[in-house]
């Protein structure tokens, strides 16, 4: 076959709503050059090798809506950017990140198309886009490429830039459908993340909060005042005290009674914990591995029983996990390290990233196991007899949902701990024998209270059913329905953007809401401009969004932006469509016929909430065929009350805005309101210029959308100048 190429001659990063989706999307110019004469049904083989390269790509349904509609496509014959937005998509399966959306469409130029796909991360994506583009090649030329190296890539890349497993069940269940909290990630490569906008916002990094206090956090750190604490509150917690030496430790080790536990008095993750020590020698060798992993050591009484992890949010018990218990079975041949590797860490769940459950176990680095199997007269180099059992971890990761096992005395009690050391949310660990009776009766007793606590053993638990921790955090953020949002309005059209923006802003800061404008003339919070220039993109929207000083934003959107960048915000209350004259956007974004302009105009509107409104132009035809598309309420306006749009919307007992006898009037089907004449309207230049008067008809609309008075209205438009 001669030399045959697939070349990206332009790759977008659509941040937020689009005109292919409400996700952000990778959008990349392609030119398959040759290709385009050679659809996936006359390259000889050319199923087979791609087929044996990617077989989950039976998974795919395509436009036959089944499962191997792709490979249907294939063997028909498709081309080759069609088999790129596919190619892609599975790579990004493959490396752990679902979901399926992808298009490729031509462009009025030969051989170019444009190719979109799903992006959880620009840089991933990215990789993916490229890493799927020579595997294509590889298939179609019969070349070898490395399947396994490159998901494993990727999948490395997306560990180290994805939000972590904790993180991302909280943001998921804020997103979902049914509360529909938008999420805005601060950090790159972090877990960081604000659920909601403005003023209405909180924010969340992994399982701690914006309400998680620092004093808190700190208190959960000091083992020995937490302890202190929940004592003289009257929760059981084991005896002990803080030690200074190892002679120290042994000390109190004799006053306790034996065993004991020897830990960091602020260490976290179980590092460095020593438990069920019986001898002078494991108390002072423990006390020497303890003190390396924290300011302080502690020694305590043994609670007997096992570690169970009580997750309270908002003073509820949210889930709770018991501790497993890691043993190896010899078999005369292999030794204690290689019967851990097979028999333990083998398990699939086992991994040194985050969003595996159980932890990788390693005598070399785990002095606490290593006490373990030396207490059982065994080195990690010993070989056990056949079926000799060897204990490795006490009380590990906990792995077994229990949270119908937990008696509601030892929830209150875990509860009470939470609150005592101040935190919103907590990780309580406890030790008892039965998590189903009461801890004073078994001498159970709480040992440790942590900030931040992982929930990853509450979503993929060994045993037991998985718990929606994600969504108890978010109700406890946003109780009663609440979805963080401030009132967001986004303006677009042909022209006049910029004044309606603005106005619109200027009749929000006068109602009383601390209001951000992100337009061509500047970036500005309560009429205080924060930024020159255009910020009339997604960057500017995006730092208003952030800022939490805001009550309201308005966006002006030209259509550049939304094909260029995508949108800020994921809904928006108001969607204001000023005008739509299709030739001034043509030749941009290979945007070429009206059609295409509709699609790029409808995204405004598509993005209203069920509870908004869009504010459209009853002039404009193509405006009028948007109006069906809105989830939420239409409000027209125009020059002339008798236009045919306006007069059968007010028949209809719906909402519009016009002018009547050169005054502005409000109308809610046969119900008016008059509320400024023309010639007391500064912007209209007396009422003589047409395009001025339909701004003002479009801001009021807008304005009486976000639940502005009349008389509020009336003194915005009379006092609103354009400096």
């Known amino acids: ?67 191997g509609g792709f490979l249907r496509r294939v063997e028909e014959g498709t081309w080759a950017a069609h088999m790129l937005e596919h190619v892609t998509l599975e790579l990004q399966n493959l490396a752990g990140m679902p979901g399926g959306f992808g ?15 799903r992006a959880w991360h620009e840089d991933v994506t990215r990789s993916c886009l490229y890493a799927g583009r020579n595997l294509l090649l590889a298939a179609i030329k019969d070349q070898t490429f490395d399947v396994a190296g490159t998901v494993e890539r990727l999948a490395d890349m997306a560990e180290r830039k994805l939000l972590g497993p904790s993180t991302g069940c909280i943001v998921e269940a804020a997103t979902a459908k049914d509360r529909r909290i938008p999420a805005i990630r601060l950090l790159a490569t972090g877990n960081l993340v ?36 929940l004592k003289s509150c009257g929760v059981p917690v084991p005896e002990g005290r803080l ?73 509820k018990l949210a889930a709770a996990a018991r501790g497993e218990t890691a043993k190896v079975v010899g078999d ?229 932006s939304i094909l260029s960048e995508g949108l800020a915000y994921d809904r928006c209350q108001v969607g204001v469509i000023t005008n739509a004259e299709a030739a001034r956007h043509f030749g941009r974004y290979h945007v070429e016929t009206p059609e295409q302009v509709f699609t790029v105009l409808r995204t405004q509107v598509d993005l209203v909430l069920p509870t908004g409104a869009a504010v459209l132009n009853a002039s404009q035809p193509m405006l009028v065929e948007i109006a069906p598309l809105c989830d939420g309420e239409v409000i027209f306006f125009g020059l002339d009350a008798a236009l045919p749009t306006l007069v059968e919307h007010l028949a209809q007992g719906k909402r519009a805005v016009f002018v009547r006898n050169e005054r502005v009037v409000l109308a809610n089907g046969a119900n008016e309101t008059e509320i400024a004449s023309l010639k007391g309207i500064p912007l209209t230049n007396g009422g003589r210029t047409d395009y001025q008067i339909e701004n003002v008809l479009a801001a009021s609309g807008a304005a009486w959308a976000l639940g502005i008075g009349p008389e509020i209205i009336r003194t915005g438009l009379q006092t609103f100048t354009i400096a």
């Open 1 to 67: 076959m001669k030399s045959k190429d697939i070349k990206f001659l332009e790759i977008r990063y659509l941040r937020g709503p689009n005109i292919w989706t409400y996700r952000p999307v990778i959008e990349a110019l392609v030119d398959i050059g040759e290709l385009e004469d050679f659809p996936s049904n006359t390259i000889p083989g050319f199923y087979e090798r791609l087929t044996a390269l990617l077989p989950s790509l039976v998974e795919h349904r395509c436009s036959y809506g089944e499962r």
């Open 103 to 117: 298009k490729a469409r031509e462009t009025s130029t030969r051989g170019v198309y444009r190719v979109v796909v």
């Open 194 to 229: 604000q659920l909601g906008y403005g003023a209405r916002s909180r924010r969340i990094w992994t399982a701690e909060t914006d309400r998680t206090s620092a004093i808190a956090e700190g208190i959960s750190r000091d083992k020995d005042l937490t302890k202190t604490l």
């Open 243 to 315: 030690v200074d030496s190892a002679e120290d430790a042994w000390d109190a080790a004799e006053d306790i009674g034996l065993p004991v536990v020897v830990k960091p008095s602020d260490g976290n993750h179980a590092r460095g914990v020593f438990t069920n020590l019986m001898a002078r020698e494991e108390v002072e060798s423990a006390y020497a591995a303890a003190v390396v992993e924290g300011s302080g050591v502690i020694v305590e009484r043994y609670v007997r029983g096992s570690e169970h992890r009580l997750l309270i949010v908002g003073g």
């Open 332 to 560: 005369g041949r292999s030794t204690i390290d290689e019967l851990i590797d097979s028999q333990i860490n083998s398990d699939p769940r086992r991994g040194a990233a985050e969003e595996f459950p159980l932890d990788i176990i390693a005598l070399a680095d785990n002095p606490v196991a290593r006490l373990e199997v030396s207490r059982q007269g065994f080195a990690p180099d010993s070989v056990p007899a056949a079926g000799r059992e060897v204990l490795i971890v006490r009380s590990g990761n906990h792995t077994d949902d229990v949270t119908d096992l937990v008696h509601p005395e030892t929830a209150a009690t875990a509860s009470l701990a939470a609150r005592i050391v101040g935190l919103d949310i907590a990780g309580v660990d406890l030790v008892c024998e039965d998590i189903s009776q009461p801890l004073d009766g078994q001498r159970g007793g709480i040992v440790e209270v942590n900030a931040g606590p992982g929930l990853l053993m509450h979503l993929k638990p060994e045993t037991g059913q998985p718990r929606p921790v994600g969504r108890a955090i978010v109700d406890e953020l946003f109780p009663n329905g609440d979805d963080g949002r401030i009132p967001v309005v986004g303006v677009t059209g042909s022209f006049g953007k910029t004044t309606v923006a603005r106005l619109i802003a200027s009749l929000l800061t006068l109602s009383g809401r601390h209001t951000g404008l992100a337009s061509s003339d500047g970036l500005f919070v309560h009429r205080r401009c924060i930024a020159q220039g255009d910020n009339a993109n997604w960057g500017g929207a995006h730092r208003l969004l952030m800022n939490r000083a805001v009550e309201a934003a308005v966006f002006e959107n030209g259509t550049d």
